[in-house]
Nanobody, 128 residues
Framework: QVQPVESGGGLVQAAGSPTLSCAVPGYEFFRWLCMGWFRRALGQEREGIACIKTNDFDVYAASVKGRFTISRDNAKNTLHLHMSTLQFEDTAMYYC?????????????????????WGQGTQVTVSS
């Protein structure tokens, strides 16, 4: 069982700059695969936010581009999402996900079907 585990969520202020983290312990293929961040806001479908290749090339959804930064540490099997200029609309459950089979990451990669291992999510609630 491959089980990503997210952390770092909570009640945050718009002026804050939190970082979410995701650990995928013991997964030998981590460094070869694309990793993604998704979110689901109340009453909305799951939305792809960002993805990153093993060589640090990354892709962002228009809703977060310029505000969020995705990164990874292949030596530690971890993924991160630095968040800034937060808006109330960023309030959502945030999930990390592991690519099914490749390290490819393009604007078309921000879809649920590309990924096979998912964390249980960490809630981010943005307040004034």
């Amino acid at each position: 069982q491959v089980q990503p585990v997210e952390s770092g969520g909570g009640l945050v202020q718009a002026a804050g700059s939190p970082t979410l983290s995701c650990a995928v312990p013991g997964y030998e293929f981590f460094r070869w695969l694309c990793m993604g961040w998704f979110r689901r806001a109340l009453g909305q479908e799951r939305e792809g936010i960002a993805c990153i290749k093993t060589n640090d090339f990354d892709v962002y959804a228009a809703s977060v581009k310029g505000r969020f930064t995705i990164s990874r540490d292949n030596a530690k099997n971890t993924l991160h999402l630095h968040m800034s200029t937060l808006q109330f609309e960023d309030t959502a459950m945030y999930y990390c996900a592991v690519d099914r089979s490749s390290g490819s990451c393009t604007p078309s990669s921000l879809v649920v079907a590309k990924y096979n291992y998912w964390g249980q999510g960490t809630q981010v609630t943005v307040s004034s």
